[in-house]
């Protein structure tokens, strides 16, 4: 099993400009997780979702969308990317809400 | 409102010596409470819960509701337990994880 695994590594955006951060898992798991961090924070939550087709929003929603169209794939889109967005982004799925496993992640830089 | 604190950013101590990295929380319910560990160039992974009450890698935490605390220990440190820890707390549902600021810890030679 793979796991967990996010694209891209890493990616440079100009401000303004839109992208999706692809992640997803082969353990069947039915809850999906977006965190962020930032330099010298904690993991914050984006998004989650309990099950394909249903999603929520977490901590720090603004600026983001997501999408749970199959158990597998949970996609982060960024509209309209800020100097803000600038950060770490982990996502993380489990069964049941139980123990997360967490993905490399994804370095996004925008400029 | 900062669900989980973590007082220390850095933590050194000597191979053999006694460890513990703090942790304290605030909430009101029944919470979940779980440390994770992100070792050099590895994947954030979670070491230990608080419901599990086992040790893994010599590592214990207790959950004290009147000190609203779960400090990690380890009365040996070793080398390989260099790494950044987070300690994370859930309310429940969909057990969404409130995390610290981390400790990194250094075990010197």
């Known amino acids: 099993n793979a796991g967990v695994t996010q694209t891209p590594k890493f990616r440079i955006l100009k401000i303004g400009q839109s992208m999706t951060l692809q992640c997803a898992q082969d353990?069947?798991?039915?809850?999906m997780y977006w965190y962020r961090q930032d330099p010298g924070m904690g993991l914050k939550l984006i998004y989650y979702?309990?099950?394909?087709?249903?999603?929520d929003k977490g901590e720090v929603p603004n600026g983001y969308n997501v999408s749970r169209s199959t158990t597998e794939d949970f996609p982060l889109r960024l509209e309209l990317a800020a100097p803000s967005q600038t950060s770490v982004y982990f996502c993380?799925?489990?069964?049941?809400?139980?123990?997360?496993?967490f993905g490399p992640g994804t370095r996004l830089l925008v400029l | 409102a900062q669900r989980v604190t973590q007082p220390e950013k850095l933590l050194s101590v000597f191979k053999g010596a006694p460890v513990e990295l703090k942790c304290n929380y605030s909430y009101s319910g029944s919470p979940e409470l779980f440390w994770y560990v992100q070792y050099s160039r590895q994947r954030l992974q979670l070491l230990l819960r608080?419901?599990s009450r086992e040790s893994i890698k010599g590592f214990t935490a207790d959950l004290n509701k009147g000190e609203t605390s779960f400090h990690l220990k380890k009365p040996f440190a070793q080398e390989e337990d260099s790494a950044m820890y987070y300690c994370?707390?859930?309310?429940?549902?969909?057990?969404?994880?409130?995390f610290g600021t981390g400790t990194r810890l250094t075990v010197i030679p």
């Open positions: 979702s309990v099950g394909a087709g249903i999603t």
């Open positions: 353990m069947n798991h039915n809850y």
């Open positions: 608080h419901i």
């Open positions: 993380a799925s489990s069964y049941g809400g139980s123990t997360q496993y």
């Open positions: 994370a707390l859930s309310e429940g549902g969909a057990n969404n994880l409130f």
